[in-house]
């Protein structure tokens, strides 16, 4: 039987580039928290939405306990703030270069089965996804929405993708990749494999430090993005 890989990809600055996300963001935590905070204020990179938040409230001095339901509400204020900002223009969400060929290539080949894991809350990462025209690649992931801990979230991926393809893959057919060091801490964390990509915030010098099992300039080169997830 063939064996499956399984390749997560994050979302921010590896599969798509937001201009302007920082309006409907603190739209929305105004609207939930009544908190004037601002995420241009935090380094969001790499860390997940219930994080940011928290970051966003340090640096404004707001001390207060968010329970079930304000994240709840919270997470729709998101979506709804998003959409409406993609709507009138204010807001942009693009597929960087490459990301589309390269997730249509992988889902022609029985061998991966390609999903996501990344800090945003799940409905944040449908708008961006189906916004940037990904989202009928990628099987349900791991979201900020299961856990603020980073590094929880590739088993939760995983385990989503065996459910729904009906078998079990070993870890080292797993492959994570992004584009910060904290996407390569999640993968070591879990014995998974990294590729990180400069895309992001941080050059590829910078990345190389970390020492992901690869480093990619970006994800332009199909064949050579192919080869690496095959074979590493
Ligand atoms: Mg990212």
Redesign the pocket.
Known sequence: MLMKRLIFF?????LTRTQNGYLPFNEAVFKTFGINGDIRSVIP??NTDPRIVEDIFAQASVTLAIDEGQWAEFSLNLRDCYSNAVQQGSTAIRALPGAAALLRQLSEEEKFICSVVTGNLESMATVKLQTAGLSSYLCRGAYGSDSPRRPDLPLIAKQRCEQLSQESIALNQCIIV???PR?LEAARQNHMKCVLVGT?RYPVEELMYAEPDRCLADLCDTAEVMKALATL
Do not use: C, E, K, L
């Open positions: 994050d979302i921010d600055g590896t990179d790499g992004g584009d910060t996407d992001g």
